[in-house]
């Protein structure tokens, strides 16, 4: 049972990479300790900006930083920073170019019982949506600090989406097959393929063991890269296999689905199931009450690839 969250994941890495970088700054929103940020600012004072609940301003300073060659990481709640700031995001980093990582905490539905106001289901959309801006979900605390890893060496923007508690382990530390920007291949298969990212990949790797077991060849791709989307992987799956169900923590409009939907129309043709946040406001509850509600499970999968196959 992994007791290590995503957020922390990322706090480890960047005091790590911290001591030796002085110009790695870390700026929160009245989050700090939402984002487990908490040591790193007593660690780093220097390196560290609290701009309180003011998202928008949080956005600017970071671009300010950069500008002035910083290497700035904003940690604020996923469904503040991708709608109050999102014109900040557009003009002061992707339009101007400029190196800001911004880490979307509590993403998707994390903060399940706070509702509407605090649900991140849009996030994927509408920052991917954006020219220069760059959108990774991260699965498990190992692919979590790989792509901080890469992220650490560029200069380019990008957001980081991760919830809030700790989820499985997907991959073995040590032992993490990584390409960055390229999906990775979870398990191969002829009949069909589960195509997932963040925290919906571990159901699917549970999902792909029940299906085995029905003698069916299930091809599970972790998407973790958003944008840009590994699109050869995908084709890939549309010209091997019978069909394509996606899973994600998002709505059903903008997300991982239709992006995979539109890469497989393109082609000419398979037939692709989305499974994902309907258009409505999502119902309140725990974070695995919710999946199952939706379907968002190893037996939403299930069922769902057995519906396709039919």
Do not use: W
Not at 87 to 114: F, H, M, P, R, T
């Amino acid at each position: 049972m992994n007791n290590i969250s995503n957020r922390q994941a990322i706090c480890d890495i960047l005091i790590k990479r911290a001591k030796a970088d002085k110009d790695i700054v870390v700026i929160c929103s009245d989050s700090r300790g939402s984002a487990s940020l908490d040591t790193f600012a007593d660690t780093y004072p220097d390196q560290f900006v609290e701009v309180g609940v003011a998202e928008q301003n949080l956005v600017s300073i970071a671009a300010g930083l950069a500008s002035c060659g910083k290497k700035p990481f904003v940690a604020s709640p996923a469904c503040f920073l991708s709608t109050r700031s999102l014109e900040q995001v557009k003009v002061d980093i992707a339009y101007s170019g400029q190196n800001v990582k911004l880490i979307g905490i509590s993403g998707g539905i994390s903060y399940g019982a706070l509702g509407m106001t605090h649900h991140s289901t849009q996030d994927i959309a509408a920052i991917a949506a954006i020219p220069g801006m760059r959108v990774y979900l991260p699965s498990d605390r190992f692919q979590t600090v790989m792509i901080m890893e890469m992220l650490l060496k560029d200069d380019k923007p990008a957001y980081i989406r991760i919830g809030r508690n700790p989820v499985q382990d997907v991959y073995e530390e040590n032992q993490l097959p990584f390409e960055m920007d390229k999906a990775t291949l979870l398990q191969d298969g002829s009949d069909v393929t589960i195509v997932a990212c963040g925290e919906m990949v571990y159901p699917a790797k549970l999902a792909a063991q029940l299906i085995k077991e029905k003698g069916i060849s299930c091809r599970v791709l972790d998407m973790y890269c958003l944008k840009p989307i590994d699109k050869a992987a995908v084709e890939k799956a549309v010209i091997e296999t019978r069909g394509i169900v996606t899973i994600e923590e998002h709505s059903y409009f903008g997300g991982l689905g239709s992006m995979v939907s539109q890469i497989a129309a393109e082609l000419g043709g398979v037939r692709v199931k989305n499974l994902a946040l309907p258009d409505e406001p999502v119902i309140t509850g725990k974070s695995a009450e919710v999946f199952a509600f939706y379907g968002l499970d190893a037996e939403g999968l299930l069922k769902a690839v057995g519906e396709m196959l039919k």
